[in-house]
């Protein structure tokens, strides 16, 4: 196997590079938030026993990706420290891949089809189900973090901006293309030659995307620059940790900076908690299909790039704070909507409004957040690692809260409705942020 030519901005490395999102994606779309969490409510018990607890299905599933994400947001200190130092991006990147992989592709043979109507869930189906799902997420977010350490690698800081943007593209095209050929095989699955009735076709979209996944994670690991000798593992365990106490001494003496990262922890924990959990409140709330899921989650797609381009021009012309704020009202709206929802026809009205306000408070919170970061800064890799890490932390506490409300109120809505006070504070502790060059004062 030839050794491939890995000097920056060499056009066939960022193409493999490009590859991996192109790879990865389909998991965050396909089955995080398409698929796999209507699949999950429906063939477990609305009410499931452990022990001497009850907890609804739904509850369940919130805390499953409440705990992945908690592990994720512990390990992120020490991959990032391994990412940067310890020159095994590469094979780290491997052993994450194969892994969510090798989870996803197990998901085929959770079919909790055995005691649906039983007080008393099979034990052996939830474990396969619940924990192939933590593991496919930790693989998956557990990649992304050497994945993103290789941009600096691969390409001169003057062409991040557009190498980073052809990675995205490249998992938004291959993601949707994936999700629409599972949509055609769930729809009309005897033209694909699979029985009309069913959880074999849905079963079947979790191997597509574990061998899609792993099949063109290939590309990259195979044009990617090669691993080198770096520190010894056992000297970055704590690495990652001091970069980020030393970020975090930053940040608490810049009041803007401190301001926004608070804001943005809250509200990003009801929009995080909005994405994954929004199938799941269709499913169970409104008896979604898992067909019209999917044309939902398109639609959201579609919209989402029309949504991130109107707030970007709302942001040029009226500020940065004026756009995201314009957006945690849209979203407060949102919630609140959800609450009285009765048909289909209103959730996609709203399905639409979210996938409006969802690229553009995503890409807009990054963007701030760079503005906001100090004159001269270099080390900015160490502020957007406590940057993904409050991020995710956010996951942890807006899926908790979202189950603990449900599992003691018993309704979904009523957590739906919860999620306002995430935004509503969000809103409070921005108003009071000062964006510099932005015509926000």
Same mark, same amino acid.
């Given at each position: 196997?030839?050794?491939?030519?890995?000097?920056?901005?060499?056009?066939?490395?960022?193409?493999?590079?490009?590859?991996?999102?192109?790879?990865? +994606?389909?998991?965050?779309?396909?089955?995080?938030?398409?698929?796999?969490?209507?699949?999950? %409510?429906?063939?477990? +018990?609305?009410?499931?026993?452990?022990?001497?607890?009850?907890?609804?299905?739904?509850?369940?599933?919130?805390?499953?990706?409440?705990?992945?994400?908690?592990?994720?947001?512990?390990?992120?200190?020490?991959? +990032?420290?391994?990412?940067?130092?310890?020159?095994?991006?590469?094979?780290?990147?491997?052993?994450?891949?194969?892994?969510?992989?090798?989870?996803?592709?197990?998901?085929?043979?959770?079919?909790?089809?055995?005691?649906?109507?039983?007080?008393?869930?099979?034990?052996?189906?939830?474990?396969?189900?619940?924990?192939?799902?933590?593991?496919?997420?930790?693989?998956?977010?557990?990649?992304?973090?050497?994945?993103?350490?290789?941009?600096?690698?691969?390409? @001169?800081?003057?062409?991040?901006?557009?190498?980073?943007?052809? =990675?995205?593209?490249?998992? $938004?095209?291959?993601?949707?293309?994936?999700?629409?050929?599972?949509?055609?095989?769930?729809? $009309?699955?005897?033209?694909?030659?699979?029985?009309?009735?069913?959880?074999?076709?849905?079963?079947?979209?979790?191997?597509?995307?574990?061998?899609?996944?792993?099949?063109?994670? *290939?590309?990259?690991?195979?044009? &990617?620059?090669?691993?080198?000798?770096?520190?010894?593992?056992?000297?970055?365990? %704590?690495?990652?940790?001091?970069?980020?106490?030393?970020?975090?001494?930053?940040?608490?003496?810049?009041?803007?900076?401190?301001?926004?990262?608070?804001?943005?922890?809250?509200?990003?924990?009801?929009?995080?908690?909005?994405?994954?959990?929004?199938?799941?409140?269709?499913?169970?709330?409104?008896?979604?299909?898992?067909s019209q899921l999917i044309i939902i989650i398109l639609l959201l797609q579609l919209v989402a790039i029309l949504g991130a381009m109107l707030f970007a021009r709302l942001s040029e012309k009226r500020g940065n704070k004026f756009a995201l704020i314009t957006m945690l009202c849209i979203w407060v709206c949102i919630c609140v909507l959800?609450?009285?929802?009765?048909?289909?026809? *209103?959730? $996609?009205?709203?399905?639409?409004? /979210?996938?409006?306000?969802?690229?553009?408070? *995503? @890409?807009?919170?990054? @963007?701030? $957040?760079?503005?906001?970061?100090?004159?001269? !800064?270099?080390?900015?890799?160490?502020?957007?690692?406590?940057?993904?890490?409050?991020?995710?932390?956010?996951? /942890?506490?807006? !899926?908790?809260?979202? =189950?603990?409300?449900? *599992?003691?109120?018993?309704?979904?809505?009523?957590?739906?409705?919860? &999620?306002?006070?995430?935004?509503?504070?969000?809103?409070?502790?921005? +108003?009071?942020?000062?964006?510099?060059?932005?015509?926000?004062?």
């Amino acid at each position: 196997m030839s050794t491939p030519v890995t000097t920056l901005n060499n056009p066939r490395t960022i193409r493999a590079w490009a590859f991996f999102d192109w790879a990865n +994606s389909s998991y965050a779309l396909v089955i995080s938030v398409a698929i796999f969490p209507a699949y999950y %409510t429906q063939v477990t +018990s609305e009410q499931i026993s452990i022990g001497s607890v009850s907890i609804s299905n739904s509850g369940l599933y919130a805390f499953s990706i409440s705990a992945a994400y908690l592990l994720i947001a512990t390990l992120s200190p020490f991959l +990032s420290g391994i990412a940067d130092y310890g020159g095994k991006k590469k094979g780290f990147m491997r052993f994450f891949t194969t892994m969510g992989s090798l989870a996803c592709i197990s998901m085929f043979f959770f079919k909790g089809d055995t005691g649906l109507h039983q007080a008393v869930q099979p034990i052996g189906q939830l474990i396969l189900g619940t924990g192939s799902f933590m593991v496919a997420t930790i693989g998956f977010a557990g990649a992304l973090v050497f994945y993103n350490a290789f941009l600096p690698e691969i390409a @001169s800081e003057d062409q991040y901006d557009r190498v980073s943007a052809k =990675g995205f593209s490249y998992g $938004y095209i291959g993601s949707v293309i994936l999700l629409i050929f599972n949509l055609l095989v769930i729809t $009309y699955p005897t033209a694909f030659g699979l029985p009309g009735e069913g959880t074999l076709p849905i079963r079947l979209a979790f191997v597509t995307v574990g061998l899609w996944w792993f099949g063109f994670a *290939q590309i990259p690991f195979r044009g &990617l620059p090669a691993d080198h000798p770096g520190q010894p593992i056992r000297k970055l365990l %704590t690495k990652g940790f001091k970069e980020l106490r030393k970020t975090w001494l930053v940040v608490r003496s810049e009041a803007n900076i401190l301001g926004f990262l608070s804001a943005f922890f809250f509200y990003s924990a009801g929009v995080q908690t909005v994405l994954f959990l929004a199938a799941t409140f269709a499913e169970k709330e409104l008896h979604f299909a898992t067909s019209q899921l999917i044309i939902i989650i398109l639609l959201l797609q579609l919209v989402a790039i029309l949504g991130a381009m109107l707030f970007a021009r709302l942001s040029e012309k009226r500020g940065n704070k004026f756009a995201l704020i314009t957006m945690l009202c849209i979203w407060v709206c949102i919630c609140v909507l959800a609450y009285f929802v009765e048909n289909a026809t *209103q959730f $996609y009205f709203i399905a639409a409004a /979210v996938g409006t306000v969802m690229g553009g408070i *995503q @890409s807009l919170s990054r @963007s701030t $957040y760079s503005k906001l970061l100090p004159v001269g !800064t270099e080390d900015t890799a160490s502020f957007f690692s406590f940057y993904d890490i409050l991020e995710k932390s956010a996951i /942890v506490l807006g !899926t908790f809260s979202f =189950g603990i409300i449900e *599992q003691i109120t018993g309704g979904m809505r009523n957590s739906v409705l919860a &999620l306002i006070l995430f935004f509503v504070i969000g809103l409070v502790l921005l +108003s009071k942020v000062r964006i510099k060059h932005s015509r926000e004062k």
